[in-house]
Structure formats: structure tokens, C-alpha cells
């Protein structure tokens, strides 16, 4: 008898343990580090608010949001403008030459991100 | 009467008023739908003036489709048809912004189709929704006011009653909130000028023009130099939309009113990441979208009616 409870407990928690491992992977799969071009937009923010990237790197933008979003340039969308950005829309722009560029929403005006070109 | 008087937005609007339990200059609060029926404005006393009435809507949001409301179109049409069924017609209508979702030309068509079955004279402010990508081209095409300067704001009058119509949704750079800018405030000194400060006044804007929560952009920057140029005025009624929730404050002589969307609800200020759609049960969709009725009689000023689509 108390073999058999003691190998149920070494079951069930050998089944706990491959749970356990199946959870953290899976959590690894939900969450990958985001690629080093990639600003998402989450509840009404640019994430990362800052990021830097080489000359020449395509950046791209997903709004994760219900709500639209734009990625407009600081300077008046001169420099880039996106168009209205739905659920899961992207944007993408290139950066060409090394500067700081300061980036808002156009729709939400206090959302600002801003771009580091190297 | 309104369901909302349960929930979570009610208690906050119920602390809102117990702060202002008293009516401003020239403003009589009838106001149905979760706050106070403070003072009777019987259909007899309204006969024996020669006032008239107004509605306003907001935040239509035509083109919307998500979760929060996959129908749009549907409930804008029930508050048409609420308006319809008022025992006084209005005479006219005023939406406070974001008529379209995405400031699409469909969008833009449906909209336009849908409110001109309310058959009554229309006057429209842009919301940020409406000016996406083209600063508004595509929506003074539809519903920007005839002669109006180059900036679109405008004004009107109506049975002795001053309407301002501001924009505070164009902005060419991060700001917190809506901005009226320079051009607009120097076209506003000059519009009130020649007016007595016994004129009665009404704005509209979309972005309330008072700060309400400036970290969800619920303020407009430099509304404070628009009501220098208001404040000798007896009666100055503010009506906005942009937080799809009554939000109500009395300030001197001043009121301040945010407006029901016709589309979805979105948070009480703070409660939540963000000021996005907010998913409600569909049975109870309608309990958080209404309409405003507002009944001018030159003897006792202004009484608004807040009420929602299922009551």
C-alpha cells in the first residue's frame, strides 16, 4: 500500500514537473524577445518608447491596440506618416541616415516614441 | 432608471455631482439617465415660452467593429430614432465629433446617409477620428460649415442663444490633449465681441475643453485663454464628447458637459491601461450609449437631459 501511494505521488509529480516544464515553454512561446526593429503599440504607448538601430534599418510598427493609431514624425509627418493604423495594421519605414527621430500619434497627440538612428 | 447608476462609472459620476449639487447661472439640470432631476421643467412651463430645444450626439464612430460594438450604424440609428420619438422637435442638431471611426470616404458616406435621416439642421466639430491623415480634408467636404474661415470653427445663432463651434483636434506635433491654437482664439475674441454678456453661450468642441485626465489626453492646452474671452459672460454652456461618458462641472458661470457616445463606452478616467473601447455584456450596450436633449426657454436658461439608449 504504501508503495503504490508513493509511486502515484512520484507520478503525479513527475506529471507536475513535465507540466510545469510545458507551461514555461509554452510562455516562451507567447512572448519571443522582440526583434530589434520592432516597436509595438500597447495600451496607448510606443513599447519600446526609445529605440536605436543601425543606419539603414527598416523599423516596423504593430498596433496591438482596438483603438487606431498613426506613426506621424514630430516635425508635422513630414519625414514619415503613417495612415491610420487598425487592429494589428503595420507601418514600416526605413532609416537611412544617423539622427534622433521624434515620433507621435497624431490621433492620441500625447503618445510620443522616438527613433535612434547609429 | 439608468443601469448605469449601478456600475462602477455611476458611483464615480454620483462623487462627481455631490461636488456641484447646486445650479450654475441660467442653467436648469433636468437631467435623467444616473444624476439628479434637480429641477422640474414641466411641459406646461415649456408652452408658455418661446424657447426651443437641441440635441446633441457624439462619437458615432461609423466604421467601428470590434467587439465593444460590432453594429455601429445600429445604434446611432436607435438614437436617431430616440430623437425622433422626443415629444418637442429640436430644432437643430449638434455632434460633437469623431463621426467616422477611421476617416474613410465609406465611413464618411454612411454617416452622412444615416444622419440625414434625422432630417434636421446638422452642425458638426471634427473629432481626432475624423482628421486622420489628411487634417480633416475629407470631412469639412461633408460637413464643414459653409462659410466658415479657412480653420473651419464657426458660430451660429439660434433664438438669441450664441453657438461656438471649436476645433481642437488639428495639431501638427505631440501635445497633451486638443489644442484650439492662435488663429482660432484671435477668430474667438473677435466672435464674441459685439455680443451682450447677457447672450446666452454655447460651445462645442469634441476634446473637453477643461482638464478632466490630461494622462489620457482629456484636456484641451490652451482652452484657458478661450474662457478669458468667455468669463463676462451671464451663461456659458460647454459641450463636448471624446470620453464616451457624462462628466458634468460647474464652475462659476460656466458648465461644463461631456456627452454619451452613440458607439461604445470607454473607462472612467484611470480605471484601466487606456482610454479604449470598453466591452460591456450586449444586453447592457445600450445603457451606456444616449443622447442629450437641451431645452432653452429665455426666462430660465438652458436644462439638459441626459439619456441613454435604453431608457
Given at each position: ?8 505521488e ?85 532609416f537611412?541616415k544617423?539622427?534622433t ?14 527613433i535612434?538612428?547609429k | ?16 455631482l ?27 412651463a415649456?408652452?408658455?415660452?418661446t ?9 458615432t ?31 437643430l ?5 469623431d ?18 435621416g ?48 471649436l ?8 501635445a ?25 453661450i ?6 473637453p475643453?477643461?482638464p ?30 471624446h ?5 458634468q ?40 450609449l ?22
Open positions: 500500500m504504501r508503495y503504490l501511494i508513493s509511486r502515484r512520484l507520478r503525479l509529480a513527475a506529471a507536475g514537473g513535465a507540466l510545469l516544464l510545458f507551461a514555461a515553454a509554452a510562455s516562451a512561446q507567447q512572448t519571443p524577445a522582440a526583434p530589434a526593429n520592432q516597436v509595438t503599440i500597447d495600451n496607448f504607448a510606443f513599447v519600446p518608447s526609445t529605440l536605436t538601430v543601425p543606419a539603414g534599418t527598416q523599423v516596423v510598427w504593430i498596433n496591438h491596440d482596438e483603438e487606431p493609431h498613426t506613426v506621424t514624425s514630430a516635425d508635422g509627418g513630414v519625414t514619415f506618416k503613417s495612415p491610420a493604423l487598425d487592429t494589428d495594421d503595420k507601418f514600416t519605414f526605413v537611412a544617423s539622427g527621430y521624434k515620433y507621435f500619434c497624431s490621433i492620441h497627440r500625447h503618445m510620443v516614441g522616438t535612434i538612428v | 432608471m439608468d443601469t448605469q447608476d449601478h456600475d462602477k462609472s455611476g458611483n464615480s459620476r454620483r462623487s462627481i455631490k461636488c456641484m449639487a447646486w445650479a450654475g447661472t441660467g442653467i436648469v439640470w433636468s437631467v435623467a439617465g444616473g444624476v439628479p432631476r434637480s429641477i422640474g421643467l414641466g411641459g406646461d415649456l408652452a408658455a415660452t424657447g426651443f430645444s437641441f440635441v446633441q450626439i457624439s462619437d464612430h461609423i466604421g467601428f467593429k470590434a467587439e465593444a460594438n460590432p453594429d455601429p450604424n445600429a445604434t446611432l440609428q436607435a438614437a436617431l430614432d430616440k430623437i425622433a420619438a422626443l415629444p418637442k422637435k429640436p430644432a442638431m449638434i455632434h460633437t465629433g463621426v467616422t471611426h477611421l476617416s474613410k470616404p465609406e465611413q464618411f458616406d454612411t454617416a452622412s446617409q444615416l444622419l440625414k434625422a432630417k434636421l439642421d446638422t452642425h458638426f466639430v471634427p473629432g481626432e477620428h475624423d482628421v486622420i491623415g489628411d487634417d480633416g480634408k475629407m470631412y469639412f467636404e461633408r460637413f464643414g460649415a459653409k462659410g466658415a474661415p479657412a480653420g473651419g470653427w464657426y458660430s451660429f445663432d439660434q433664438n438669441g442663444v450664441h453657438f461656438v463651434a476645433i481642437n483636434v488639428i495639431g501638427f506635433g505631440p497633451t490633449g486638443g489644442t484650439l491654437g492662435k488663429e482660432q482664439l484671435e477668430w474667438l475674441e473677435k466672435d464674441l465681441k459685439g455680443k451682450t454678456a447677457s447672450t446666452p454655447v460651445v462645442m468642441a469634441h476634446i475643453l477643461w478632466i485626465y490630461a494622462q489620457w489626453g482629456w484636456t484641451t492646452g490652451d482652452a484657458e485663454q478661450a474662457f478669458g474671452y468667455l468669463k463676462r459672460f451671464g451663461s456659458v454652456t460647454v459641450l463636448n464628447g470620453i464616451h461618458q457624462v462628466v462641472k460647474v464652475e462659476g458661470k460656466v458648465s461644463f458637459q461631456t456627452a454619451r457616445s452613440t458607439a461604445f463606452p470607454i473607462p472612467v478616467a484611470g480605471e484601466g491601461p487606456g482610454p479604449g473601447p470598453m466591452n460591456v455584456p450586449a444586453e447592457k450596450l445600450k445603457s451606456v444616449g443622447i442629450r436633449d437641451i431645452i432653452y426657454a429665455p426666462t430660465t436658461g438652458l436644462a439638459i437631459t441626459d439619456s441613454t439608449l435604453s431608457s
